[in-house]
């Protein structure tokens, strides 16, 4: 079975620092790239960042350049994400989801297998 696991989210201060965990099973880890989404209270979800490990290729919404840092461990089959630098509008549910190829087009319609997501909760 096919599964993804967030983890990592929790409360902090505007200006502090989470990363956020992704384990991935049930699937060969390599073949896939993973992606991390959010959605905040009334909103649509939007990608955030993805990473294809076997390429060690990466993408960033312009709203986190420059703070937050996707990574993986294929080792654990784990992705990363280091989020420095909060905002209070960086406050919402994370996912993660898989698919085949990363582009700057971080879209949820290309990506499958859903995590339940972790809450992230920034404070002014």
């Known amino acids: 079975e096919v599964q993804l696991v967030e983890s990592g989210g929790g409360l902090v201060q505007a200006g502090g620092s989470l990363r956020l965990s992704c384990a991935a099973s049930?699937?060969?880890?390599?073949?896939?790239?993973i992606g991390w989404f959010r959605q905040a209270p009334g909103k649509e979800r939007e990608g955030v960042s993805c990473i294809t490990s076997s390429r060690g290729i990466t993408y960033y919404a312009d709203s986190v350049k420059g703070r937050f840092t996707i990574s993986s461990d294929n080792a654990k089959n784990t992705v990363y994400l280091q989020m420095n630098s909060l905002k209070p509008e960086d406050t919402a549910v994370y996912y993660c989801?898989?698919?085949?190829?990363?582009?700057?087009?971080?879209?949820?319609?290309?990506?499958?297998?859903w995590g339940q997501g972790t809450q992230v909760t920034v404070s002014s």
């Open positions: 989801a898989r698919t085949v190829r990363c582009s700057s087009y971080i879209s949820v319609i290309i990506f499958g297998s």
């Open positions: 049930g699937f060969t880890f390599g073949n896939y790239a």
